[in-house]
């Protein structure tokens, strides 16, 4: 039976993993924050060990829990907001990120995977492919992008594989409350009007059970290196709005342009997904995803 540390566990993307894990019958060790308030989404499981330890103390994991096979390292703080550009948010991520590569390597584990960000591409966003040179306008990603460099070196010099499953835009259950999709769902079911950017860019979403799946088949396969984890297809982000509420069937009044785009200019997101699908393709159409997310609105 594998044996994985999952840091950041009852995150976002953490608990679809775990979940993942679990039902491929891995025995999984969830790194959670003390008084974690999400703490009860994880799944109550026999081979689910909840560790509470602050990531600042992610030194002592390997005292805890011994060998494992692998290491998923999820936990990074201030991904939204003005947080993102609090350089001491961002240096704590990473000091504490490295400790986490390392304490991987003291439990004797065969792979190290952690979740890249758009944001450590900056300007070169545009640019899907997972060669595109780091050019990060913000401290979030500037933290990610070092990162990138210190877990390659790492990685390198101490025989340890790294899986650096670089994120785009996912959505789905447990999703942040303020996200664009929960945000427009929440306006579409009570018709009221959604004030939108133009929303021209070209973007990309990922339900999230599909990413969390996407990167256990990446891990299982041998692959090492950076992979793209996102949908195989990018459109307008409108095209995505005027979906939902054909899905919801609603009659709320999209306001396109309302909101402006930033003086630096609007993110694109175009992935080349072509590295993930050697290993998997996406399971859940966009349209099937909103049903998902609206039985969980609506129950």
């Given at each position: 039976?594998?044996r ?48 509470y ?17 692998g ?16 350089r ?137 290196g ?52 050697r ?21």
């Amino acid at each position: 039976m594998m044996r994985a540390v999952v840091t950041g566990a009852s995150g976002f993307l953490g608990i679809h993993l775990v979940e993942e894990l679990l039902r491929r019958g891995w025995t999984v060790f969830g790194v959670i924050r003390p008084n974690s308030p999400n703490a009860s989404r994880l799944p109550e499981h026999e081979n689910f060990h909840s560790i509470y330890l602050d990531i600042s103390d992610i030194s002592r994991i390997s005292a805890i829990v011994g060998h494992c096979d692998g290491f998923f390292h999820l936990a990074w703080e201030g991904i939204r907001g003005s947080a993102r550009n609090d350089r001491e948010i961002q240096q704590n991520n990473l000091k504490n990120s490295i400790s986490a590569l390392k304490a991987a390597c003291e439990m004797n584990c065969e792979f190290f995977m952690t979740s890249g960000s758009q944001a450590e591409l900056g300007l070169n966003s545009a640019d899907g492919s997972e060669s595109a040179i780091c050019a990060p306008t913000c401290e979030y990603g500037k933290a990610k992008a070092k990162f990138l460099e210190i877990s390659r070196n790492f990685a390198a010099e101490n025989d340890i594989r790294l899986i650096w499953a670089r994120i785009f835009s996912l959505y789905g259950k447990y999703d942040f409350d303020g996200s664009l999709i929960n945000y427009a769902l929440r306006n579409m079911l009570s018709n009221a009007p959604i004030s939108l950017s133009p929303c021209t860019q070209m973007w990309n979403f990922m339900n999230v059970r599909d990413a969390a799946e996407a990167i256990v088949e990446i891990v299982l396969h041998g692959f090492g290196g950076i992979v793209n984890i996102a949908d195989i297809t990018s459109i307008p982000l409108r095209d995505y709005i005027i979906q939902m509420r054909e899905v919801v069937h609603s009659e709320s009044e999209l306001k396109f342009g309302e909101i402006p785009f930033p003086s630096t200019g609007a993110v694109e997101l175009k992935p080349d997904t072509s590295i993930m699908q050697r290993y998997f393709t996406p399971k859940i159409p966009f349209k099937e995803g909103i049903l998902l997310l609206l039985k969980g609105l609506t129950k």
